[in-house]
Nanobody, 125 residues
Framework: QVQLVESGGGLVQAGGSLRLSCAAS????????MGWYRQAPGKEREFVAG????????YYADFVKGRFTISRDDAKNTMFLQMNSLKPEDTAVYYC??????????????????WGQGTQVSVSS
């Protein structure tokens, strides 16, 4: 089991930027896909971005392409989400997650085996 702790959320004006971090401990971090999800009030948790293990290839939801960048530092067991050009509709609690196995991506919630506690991102218009 891997333990995940997010940080870096906050309140920002539309057009601004935030950088989220996810620190991992416990099982090996470097052999699993990692990713970010978000959940707005009254809505389901949705996939935002993922990053493969090994090659660190990113993959994104269409609504964040060109605005958000996911990265990982396996030496520090940390993952990041750089969010630029933020919009009010990006307001949500952001969660980091780790894949259940090395053979799965994090594109579907059912494939995420560990979740962090979440960090609030609020974007004002």
């Amino acid at each position: 089991q891997v333990q995940l702790v997010e940080s870096g959320g906050g309140l920002v004006q539309a057009g601004g930027s935030l950088r989220l971090s996810c620190a991992a401990s416990g099982r090996s971090f470097s052999s699993y896909d990692m990713g970010w999800y978000r959940q707005a009030p009254g809505k389901e948790r949705e996939f935002v971005a993922g990053i493969t293990w090994g090659s660190a290839t990113p993959y994104y939801a269409d609504f964040v392409k060109g605005r958000f960048t996911i990265s990982r530092d396996d030496a520090k067991n940390t993952m990041f989400l750089q969010m630029n050009s933020l919009k009010p509709e990006d307001t949500a609690v952001y969660y980091c997650g780790a894949a259940t196995s090395p053979y799965m991506t994090v594109r579907a919630p059912s494939s995420v085996g560990s979740w962090g506690q979440g960090t609030q991102v609020s974007v004002s218009s």
